[in-house]
């Protein structure tokens, strides 16, 4: 295993211990939340009683071989802890997601969680957010103007393909990514992206006040 692997890995069962019998978990998307799935699924399968909430159907589908409990909102109003991985996290704990594609979902499991925690290695952490492309998951009919007018906006958006076909996100949309360059003001973009007509949600994660575990490749594991 490599070490942004192993990475992964510490921050993911890290967070997983934070996990308590009887919660309601949200179960995040991702390489890194992966870890955190894989170590409930051993925790269940050593008796821990708990029921998940997946943020896509590749992790549902993970949690479900593990033999994790899965339940839905039409059966629970909220959930205890939620841990999910991240594009960015700055300093200020604002975070960038969407990479895997997943964002809808994860946004309405981390609002419906009391506790957020996030899972990354420290290639994630940056000053200011804006390196990684933000994603934009949009509905299909029309795309291409919501295109232009996030081109007006300076957002150099690319249509997300998959084997040269657009990607469909788990809930039938398309994604555009998004490079804005350093978003000094991620709460702003996230508002002017939103009352665009034909956006579903963007990547931008705001005031979340999630807590960050952080994984470093030499092996220390931060808590922020
Ligand atoms: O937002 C996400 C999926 O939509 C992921 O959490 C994010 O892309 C981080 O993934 P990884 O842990 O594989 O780097």
């Not at 992964?8 to 799935?37: D, R």
């Not at 009919?141 to 040269?164: C, H, N, Y």
Request: glycine share 10%.
């Amino acid at each position: 295993m490599d070490t942004i692997t192993k990475a992964k890995k510490a921050a993911g069962e890290k967070a997983a211990a934070l996990v308590q019998p009887g919660m309601l978990v949200g179960l995040g998307t991702g390489s890194t939340a992966y870890w955190a799935i894989e170590k409930i699924g051993q925790m269940v399968k050593e008796g821990l009683n708990i029921r998940a909430v997946a943020t896509s159907v590749a992790s549902e589908q993970q949690a479900k071989a593990l033999g994790i409990p899965i339940t839905s909102f039409s059966e629970i109003q909220q959930l205890d802890i939620d841990i999910d991985g991240a594009d960015e996290v700055s300093e200020d704990l604002q975070i960038i997601k969407g990479g895997g594609g997943a964002l809808l979902r994860e946004k309405i499991v981390a609002h419906a969680s009391r506790r957020k925690v996030i899972v990354a290695d420290e290639r994630k952490y940056v000053k200011t957010l804006g390196k990684f492309p933000l994603p934009v998951e949009i509905i299909p009919f029309g795309w291409e103007l919501v295109f232009k007018s996030i081109q007006a906006l300076q957002g150099s958006p690319t249509l997300r393909t998959r084997e040269d076909q657009p990607y469909i996100t788990d809930n039938g949309n398309y994604i555009l990514d998004c490079k804005f360059g350093a978003i000094e003001n991620p709460e702003q973009l996230h508002h002017h992206l939103k009352a665009m007509t034909g956006v579903v949600e963007t990547g931008l994660f705001i005031n979340l006040k999630p807590t960050v575990i952080i994984a470093y490749e030499n092996g220390e594991v931060k808590t922020i």
